[in-house]
């Protein structure tokens, strides 16, 4: 018997290369000539982030900055600052991408190390982790029509990391130091982190809006007393993106970038700090929708052979925006009775068997009779979130507030905003193709079967070449699953209705 048969594909965007790439840099700087010679380094960090990732010729690329700060004396014992940027880019190959293949790219620091050359030099060697994630459109084929036959349709909700993007968030704001610190001298250390606070989206478009606080470390004009203050900006920006849908879900991931701040005398007894800079913006766009899928299928009245592919959908999508307080503890290698600056920063966030783990990394600038030195040390530290297969995460911080239990020993409570879509993978079968076999040469109408209990008629109909249907109504059945072992009566069906 001849039968028409018709296919479809099924497409849905897959992982198909993921890899963890070091990124190192040796960066020989001078210090700029206004600014003084080198003593003694007090405290050196980088700050690594993309700025943009694209898919070309087969080969993924990331570009990037580093920015690297040193905070030191001169030789009158003065607290000095100066800072770097440096540049970085990162090529990977693979293969057989199509043009609709995209990369969701994270960088995070490891260390800096630094050696003093002379007075005026200082190199730099740092170390980073590049997360590589390439999506791609895989597709799976499947029969959606064939003649006199049975085939069975399901409706699967599912979820599809469908694109991401880079952008960065300006901005530029004057602030004035408090009202009891005398006139600033030099700006000698800072450290910020932006958060998220509201994100909505509509066609082509979506609104970001963030919180940055900047934390400051400057000395006094006269007697170079070393003062703190803090600062919070409001920050927002329209980002277009074209293909966006207006119910689809935003993962965003905020960094700081660059950052620059500026002693602005104003003639009044208080200095106006100029800061400015840009914070980076990492988004995924997650859309949810219906999938019809053939999963199964046969001939009526012939025998048949069907050939399955497995779709890989996911499924229980659910999309997280919550905060949570976490208690940890931060110990470090030294005396931490006065501290003038404690810089957070969040690495390592992954997601696994339903909890978001992550590494506290701590700087500290404490102060004793030789003057300022700066501790690291790290926590780790684990939020729970409901148990799903995977997830894209990204978690910040809010804001935190600590108490010195014991010297070299911080009681830290941080709270800790995340942005989050979470989902299972199911694989589910799909009818990729079904042949016929030889015809049956049964002439009776009717058969007896004995039913199981939780057998599925479906699967009944398929063994005798019949109609669920039917099978259903001729036994007055009151579910597609039989309950209890059941004596059925099977009609025989030659052609579909």
């Given at each position: 018997m001849d039968t028409q048969k018709e296919f479809?594909?099924?497409?849905?965007?897959?992982?198909?290369?993921?890899?963890?790439?070091?990124?190192?840099?040796?960066?020989?700087?001078?210090?700029?000539?206004?600014?003084?010679?080198?003593?003694?380094?007090?405290?050196?960090?980088?700050?690594?982030?993309?700025?943009?990732?694209?898919?070309?010729?087969?080969?993924?690329?990331?570009?990037?900055k580093t920015e690297i700060q040193i905070t030191y004396y001169n030789e009158d014992s003065n607290l000095c600052f100066a800072d770097f940027e440096e540049e970085f880019s990162k090529t990977v190959s693979v293969d057989n991408l199509s043009d609709s293949s995209f990369v969701r790219a994270y960088i995070c620091d490891k260390y800096v190390n630094f050696?003093?050359?002379?007075?005026?030099?200082?190199?730099?060697?740092?170390?980073?982790?590049?997360?590589?994630?390439?999506?791609?459109?895989v597709k799976y084929p499947t029969v959606c029509?064939?003649?006199?036959?049975?085939l069975k349709k399901e409706s699967i909700n599912t979820s599809d990391i469908v694109a991401s993007h880079i952008d960065k968030i300006d901005f530029d704001e004057e602030v004035t130091v408090p009202s009891d610190s005398k006139p600033v001298s030099r700006v000698v250390s800072w450290s910020a982190h932006p958060s998220l606070t509201d994100i909505k989206v509509i066609k082509d478009k979506l609104f970001v809006k963030a919180m940055l606080k900047v934390f400051v470390l400057y000395t006094t004009d006269e007697s170079e007393d070393v003062e703190n203050a803090e600062y919070t900006f409001s920050l927002s920006k329209i980002i277009d993106k074209a293909g966006l849908?207006?119910?689809?879900?935003?993962?965003?991931?905020?960094?700081?970038?660059?950052?620059?701040?500026?002693?602005?005398?104003?003639?009044?007894?208080?200095?106006?700090?100029?800061?400015?800079?840009?914070?980076?913006?990492?988004?995924?766009?997650?859309?949810?929708?219906?999938?019809?899928?053939?999963?199964?299928?046969?001939?009526?009245?012939?025998?048949?052979?069907?050939?399955?592919?497995s779709f890989e959908a996911n499924t229980d999508g659910r999309a997280f925006a919550d905060s949570r307080m976490i208690n940890t503890t931060l110990e470090f290698n030294g005396d931490t009775d006065r501290?003038?600056?404690?810089?957070?920063?969040?690495?390592?966030?992954?997601?696994?068997?339903?909890?978001?783990?992550?590494?506290?990394?701590?700087?500290?600038?404490?102060?004793?009779?030789?003057?300022?030195?700066?501790?690291?040390?790290?926590?780790?530290?684990?939020?729970?979130?409901?148990?799903?297969?995977?997830?894209?995460?990204?978690?910040?911080?809010?804001?935190?507030?600590?108490?010195?239990?014991?010297?070299?020993?911080?009681?830290?409570?941080?709270?800790?905003?995340?942005?989050?879509?979470?989902?299972?993978?199911?694989?589910?079968?799909?009818?990729?193709?079904?042949?016929?076999?030889?015809?049956?040469?049964?002439?009776?109408?009717l058969t007896v079967y004995f039913g199981k209990a939780?057998?599925?008629?479906?699967?009944?109909?398929?063994?005798?070449?019949?109609?669920?249907?039917?099978?259903?109504?001729?036994?007055?059945?009151?579910?597609?699953?039989?309950?209890t072992p059941t004596v059925l009566i099977i009609p025989r069906v030659k052609e579909a209705k």
């Open positions: 479809l594909c099924l497409e849905k965007n897959c992982k198909i290369y993921s890899k963890a790439v070091d990124v190192e840099g040796d960066y020989q700087e001078s210090l700029p000539a206004y600014l003084d010679d080198i003593f003694r380094v007090v405290k050196c960090a980088s700050n690594s982030y993309i700025t943009s990732a694209d898919i070309s010729f087969n080969e993924v690329k990331i570009y990037g050696r003093v050359i002379n007075q005026r030099r200082i190199d730099f060697h740092t170390m980073s982790v590049l997360s590589i994630n390439v999506y791609d459109s029509s064939l003649e006199n036959a049975k849908e207006e119910d689809d879900i935003v993962v965003a991931d905020l960094n700081t970038g660059t950052v620059f701040i500026k002693v602005k005398g104003n003639g009044d007894v208080n200095s106006t700090l100029n800061i400015f800079g840009e914070i980076s913006v990492n988004l995924t766009f997650v859309r949810e929708s219906t999938a019809e899928v053939i999963t199964d299928g046969y001939l009526l009245g012939a025998k048949s052979e069907c050939n399955y592919s501290i003038y600056e404690l810089s957070l920063r969040l690495k390592d966030v992954n997601y696994k068997d339903g909890r978001i783990t992550a590494n506290v990394d701590a700087t500290a600038i404490t102060g004793g009779e030789s003057g300022l030195a700066s501790l690291n040390t790290s926590s780790e530290i684990d939020v729970p979130l409901d148990n799903f297969d995977e997830a894209v995460v990204s978690m910040y911080i809010d804001d935190y507030d600590y108490t010195i239990s014991s010297s070299g020993k911080i009681d830290l409570r941080l709270s800790l905003g995340i942005n989050a879509y979470c989902y299972n993978q199911t694989n589910v079968p799909v009818l990729a193709d079904i042949t016929e076999g030889e015809q049956t040469d049964e002439t009776h109408t939780n057998e599925k008629v479906w699967d009944i109909a398929k063994n005798f070449m019949s109609d669920e249907n039917e099978i259903i109504n001729e036994n007055a059945l009151k579910s597609d699953v039989l309950d």
